[in-house]
């Protein structure tokens, strides 16, 4: 008995919401790919991690190694005296690209109809920028650690302790994980590049700093001071700090603007992502694309 083959008319069954979000990420991943900016800009941190690595035997006496601080400020772009990760502020316009691009120029809404659903096209877009940011950042902390010891070898220094770097790498792939999380959803929440690239560049530089300022003066909110989430950050990429010379220790712990230890600073910068990441989902969902 021969089958007769569907008509042109029947429907197919809808795939699973499983299904849909392997086709949503391939999509994001293919569209990243496919962008030049992505690539010149991965290739901007692979350069500058090279440059920091090479730099790990400068001041340093014959026979000296450099301190382990020396490698996690390297690995983490001085992510502590810029208040953000050189690496964050340069993956910024991929971070933010994903979401803005389709608000602005009218997709959004092809995608939501021919991809996935709204929710399933968001978590898409976050999951994959999350993983970018985390591939960048130990890819770039390899490329450190290999022009380090290059740069080492050949001079005839000693080589730090690489275990101690352990824990600031960890950190540092931490919040870069969280950033395009933030980055996106703030996008979502805005709706505008620039507004939210200015947002998220000047609140973690001025904005928490003038904020822990004016909670210093407010009874019962001065200890919230700071626990603002961006010191919070920079508190989970800072482990081993209370083992520093105490200048330096002083110093670091300026910058960093929390007097949190890198455990509860990660779990608050934790909290604060996924705040702001249901707030963007949020607005990704329910308003409607230009």
């Keep these: 008995m021969t089958q007769t083959a569907p008509s042109s008319g029947t429907l197919l069954a809808p795939a699973t919401r499983g299904e849909a979000l392997r086709r949503a990420v391939r999509y994001e991943w293919r569209h990243l790919a496919a962008l030049r900016s992505t690539w010149i800009l991965l290739g901007v941190v692979a350069a500058l991690s090279l440059a920091a690595g090479l730099t790990a035997p400068f001041g340093l006496e014959a026979g000296e ?22 690496s964050a502020l340069i993956l910024l316009p991929t971070a933010t690209g994903p979401v803005a691009t389709e608000i602005t120029r009218g997709a959004a809404r092809t995608t939501w109809l ?8 968001f978590a898409a877009k976050l999951l994959v920028g999350s993983v970018l940011g985390a591939l960048t950042a130990l890819g770039g902390a ?24 352990l824990p600031g790498l960890l950190g540092y792939t931490f919040f870069m994980t969280c950033w395009p999380v ?15 690239a200015l947002l998220l560049v000047l609140w973690p530089l001025l ?10 003066f ?73």
């Excluded at 021919?114 to 096209?121: G, M, N, V, Y």
């Excluded at 490329?143 to 380090?148: G, K, M, N």
């Excluded at 950050?233 to 010379?245: I, N, T």
């Design 207 to 216: 904005g928490e700093r003038i904020t822990g300022i004016l909670l210093d």
């Design 65 to 86: 190694a450099p301190s382990f601080w020396t490698l996690v400020t390297a690995f983490q772009m001085d992510a502590i005296s810029m208040q953000l990760p050189l």
């Design 142 to 165: 390899a490329l450190v650690v290999l022009s380090a010891a290059a740069a080492l070898t050949v001079t005839g220094y000693g080589y730090p302790d690489w275990s101690r770097t």
């Design 218 to 290: 407010v009874p019962g909110l001065d200890a919230l001071a700071g626990r603002l989430p961006f010191g919070a950050g920079r508190a989970a990429m800072a482990p081993g700090v209370d083992s520093l010379p105490e200048t330096d220790r002083v110093l670091v712990e300026a910058f960093v603007g929390s007097d949190l230890s890198a455990g509860t600073g990660a779990a608050v910068f934790a909290g604060f992502t996924v705040t702001v990441a249901t707030i963007g989902a949020w607005s990704y969902i329910r308003r409607d694309a230009r």
């Design 182 to 196: 933030i980055a996106a959803s703030v996008v979502a929440l805005v709706r505008s590049r620039v507004a939210a």
């Design 114 to 121: 021919t991809l996935a659903d709204r929710p399933t096209a």
